[in-house]
Structures are given as C-alpha cells and as structure tokens.
C-alpha cells in the first residue's frame, strides 16, 4: 500500500490550491484519512481529518479556508485550500487508515511523502 500526494507548489496570499492524494496497492478498506503540515522548525500537525465515524475535523487555523473531501470509489483524498496564508506555509503530509487486501495484515496507518506548500508573494 502507498499514498501519493500531489498539487504543491507556490502561491500568493490569498490565493488557492488543491492536494491529492491516492491510495494504491492491493486495499480491502480505508477508514479515516487526513491531511497534517510540517512547518520549518515545528512539529507535525493536523489540518483535516475525515471519517465515516467521526465525521470531519479541522484545526482551528484553517477552519473556513480549507475544505477536505473523499472519493472512496477512487481511494483518493484532497484538500481545497483557499485564502491562503504565510502561515499555511508547510510539507503537506496524507495520512490514511488502511485495511490491506493481504491474508494476516490488519489495519495500519500509512503516511504520504510529503508535498511543499509555499504561500509567498
């Protein structure tokens, strides 16, 4: 199983910009998947997480600005980010709850490589 992140790149503030990720590999089921950012100098933390259990969650920081969402028959993850900040300045990380189609295996969180998001004039 791997997560690929995609759709980092530099923006202006105020500006937007849209994360994917996508899960491959042989999956029976996911269950929560989120994004988390890793700014300069601070630990990792979490931006969005979305569930069918415990529903959506957002940091307070992006709360209005960002808009997570799922398509479960793609397996695939994203994140709309609008108004962007200095501060949303970050690597962006995707993070997923994974049940692999693998005799033996049980579920595992998998993480994303990490894709850099730059809000800059």
């Known amino acids: 199983v791997q997560l690929q992140a995609s759709g980092g790149g530099l923006v202006q503030p105020g500006g937007s910009l849209r994360l994917s990720c996508v899960v491959s590999?042989?999956?029976?089921?996911?269950?929560?998947m989120g994004w988390y950012r890793q700014a300069p100098g601070k630990e990792r933390e979490l931006v969005a997480r979305?569930?069918?259990?415990?529903?959506?969650v957002y940091a307070d920081s992006v709360k209005g600005r960002f808009t997570i969402s799922r398509d479960n028959v793609k397996n695939a993850l994203y994140l709309q980010m609008s108004q962007m900040k200095a501060d949303d300045t970050a690597v962006y990380y995707c993070?997923?709850?994974?049940?692999?189609?693998?005799?033996?295996?049980?579920?595992?969180?998998?993480w994303g490589q990490g894709t850099l998001v730059t809000v800059s004039s």
């Open positions: 590999g042989s999956v029976r089921n996911i269950a929560a």
């Open positions: 993070n997923a709850d994974v049940l692999p189609n693998v005799p033996g295996k049980t579920w595992t969180f998998y």
């Open positions: 979305t569930s069918d259990s415990h529903g959506t």
